[in-house]
């Protein structure tokens, strides 16, 4: 069954160079503006409180593809992050390539450690790893000083400059 879901504006800034699929984890982070109920797959129903949400996906085969499939209305409900979507406003995406399904997991377990984060649902995105959640809870607090905090939890992991994505490392490995 697939549902239409009118909440994407164009909000959501994505880079990521068409010409190369980049395969890794990603980070939405997304904004509740009021408390729901939200029925997530066969976790079933949670309430979740308004303010920023940080999720923590991983596409190892394609982030620009998957997150475009997470943002698109006109979609079958699969991911439990389709579900919260579709009450959720996605405000950025931040990938960080990466070859291996551990980065995904380094990145929830930093975000869970961001003072005040809190896990709203047990389960919710994890359940192909022994993370307690994927889904991070970060308050109704400022977006410019939540996205700051992400970013800086980021970096400290190694994530916003990996070297094997550097331009002259790409153009290295592909003429040689």
């Given amino acids: 069954m697939r549902k239409w879901n009118k909440r994407f504006n164009g909000k959501v800034d994505f880079a990521a160079d068409d010409s190369e699929r980049v395969r890794g984890a990603y980070c939405i982070v997304c904004k509740l503006g009021s408390n729901a109920n939200i029925e997530v797959g066969s976790l079933g129903r949670a309430r979740f409180s308004r303010?920023?949400?940080?999720?923590?996906?991983?596409?190892?085969?394609?982030?620009?593809?998957?997150?475009?499939?997470?943002?698109s209305g006109w979609k079958k409900l699969r991911w439990h992050i389709d579900y919260f979507l579709q009450k959720a406003e996605v405000m950025a995406v931040m990938s960080v390539p990466s070859r291996d399904k551990e980065t995904e997991c380094r990145l929830a377990e930093a975000m869970l450690g961001i003072a005040g984060a809190s896990m709203p649902m047990k389960g919710?995105?994890?359940?192909?790893?022994?993370?307690?959640s994927h889904l991070v809870y970060l308050g109704d607090e400022d977006l410019e000083q939540v996205m700051e905090t992400i970013v800086y939890r980021m970096s400290l992991l190694g994530c916003m400059y990996p070297e094997s994505t550097t331009p002259a490392k790409r153009r290295r490995t592909k003429w040689q």
Avoid: K, M, N, T
């Fill in 124 to 132: 919710f995105g994890s359940s192909d790893c022994g993370c307690q």
């Fill in 51 to 71: 303010g920023v949400y940080v999720y923590i996906g991983s596409a190892l085969q394609g982030i620009e593809q998957r997150v475009r499939r997470h943002r």
